[in-house]
């Protein structure tokens, strides 16, 4: 008697642990990049929300990495054990600076954003699904899409406040970035032309918008694509030594650059002002370039007069004014570890990550200051959808069709 074909188990939790990873994956790929454009704390808010469905997807389903070759791995490279240091230096300078209760709140939120990227991270699946990255270049795109609507026709329909045109700009930098994960992926699966589409609505968008912080990172990661499309190798460790020179040699640059300052010079003063500020801070306290003025000192310190008022607000001022040569030379040792690491990947993701790096740097070399924290959560973003991209590099081949016959045959 022929037996009745059984049918597969069904397991409500893989199901549901599914459900969520696709619902994480989407909200990190598609909603995020959206709903930055026009909301101040889209990122702030949605993406400890999707990392957190992730997180509880693996562990519903169990697909998570082991914990203890993670940090072993991590603890052996060298750019992981620099960054310790920064944070180190960060929580010691909490003795000296005049700001305990801001700078302690302001250290725990970027711990706790580091402990939740760390966490997302061991999240991810080790073989990322094509059907969650595609959803990638359709947010992306999607996003750009709508930055151009508004870039257009206005955006006092989408908005009911008129002092919120920082919202754009900081979804405009976060298109910057997760463009070129985007390419990545489209180029690892031979849709060249799908990514110079998506490359073309997101440099348009910039375009539109009246900030030009985005376009010049675009402009900067476009450069560092080309040059690692050709050579990669190379191309990172050039991106590298700009980089990582930059932060160490930070506080002459006021005075080797001062006419040209525009692209030194952050978005709360003209450029000559801001200049001139930046040098008086160097000359005035120079015993205090070694160990900085203390965590969250660049911040506070403009609204009690103890940070000039035109002082610039980007990661290059503040990060020597706060935590000195001694934070500066581990940020530039971290971060051109980093970047030297990323020049041996692939060929299809290398000059993709290596465009982000050079983007970031500029956007955080003229725009942003060292602790914000939605700056903070943009790279988060842009980190967890690298891994991703990088765990769906792999192939499955299948057999020809002639040894499947002859399997058949036999």
Do not use: C
Not at 128 to 149: D, E, F, H, K, W
């Amino acid at each position: 008697m022929a037996r009745a074909p059984t049918s597969p188990t069904i397991d409500p939790a893989l199901d549901a642990a599914a459900l969520l990873r696709r619902v994480g994956f989407f909200g990190l790929f598609v909603v995020v990049p959206i709903a930055a454009q026009v909301a101040r704390r889209a990122a702030v808010i949605l993406v400890p929300i999707s990392v957190i469905l992730l997180i509880l997807a693996s562990a519903i389903d169990g697909k998570t990495w082991p914990i203890r070759p993670i940090v072993q791995r991590l603890v052996r490279s060298p750019a992981f054990l620099a960054g310790l240091l920064v944070l180190f230096w960060a929580a010691l300078s909490l003795i000296w600076t005049p700001f305990l209760g801001a700078a302690t709140e302001r250290l725990l939120n970027l711990a706790a954003t580091i402990l939740l990227t760390l966490a997302g991270y061991l999240a991810l699946p080790d073989r990322m699904r094509s059907a969650n990255l595609y959803l990638l270049p359709v947010g992306v795109t999607a996003a750009a899409l709508l930055a151009i609507v508004i870039g257009l026709f206005g955006d006092s329909l989408l908005r009911s406040t008129s002092d919120d045109e920082g919202a754009l700009n900081r979804g405009l930098i976060l298109l910057a970035l997760l463009v070129w994960p985007a390419i990545a992926w489209l180029r690892s699966r031979g849709r060249d032309g799908a990514a110079l589409v998506t490359l073309a609505l997101v440099v348009v968008a910039l375009l539109l918008a009246p900030n030009t912080i985005q376009l010049i990172a675009i402009v900067a990661g476009a450069v560092a694509f080309a040059l690692a499309s050709i050579r990669t190798q190379p191309a990172a460790r050039l991106v590298a030594l700009l980089a990582a020179g930059l932060l160490v040699a930070a506080p002459l640059l006021p005075f080797v650059a001062r006419p040209v300052g525009i692209a030194l010079a952050g978005p709360v003063a003209p450029p000559v002002l801001t200049i001139k500020a930046w040098q008086k801070v160097v000359t005035t306290e120079p015993v205090r370039l070694v160990t900085g003025h203390g965590f969250e000192t660049a911040r506070r310190g403009r609204a009690v007069g103890l940070v000039p008022a035109n002082a610039p607000t980007t990661v290059l001022f503040e990060l020597w004014y706060e935590l000195g040569l001694v934070g500066a030379l581990a940020a530039a040792f971290a971060l051109h570890a980093a970047i030297r690491r990323t020049g041996r990947q692939s060929v299809v993701i290398g000059p993709g990550a290596l465009a982000a790096y050079a983007a970031a740097f500029v956007v955080a070399g003229i725009g942003v200051g060292l602790t914000v924290m939605w700056w903070i959560t943009t790279l988060t973003v842009v980190v967890l959808v690298f891994i991703a991209v990088e765990r769906g590099q792999f192939r499955t081949r299948r057999p020809k069709a002639s040894l499947l016959k002859a399997a058949n045959d036999a």
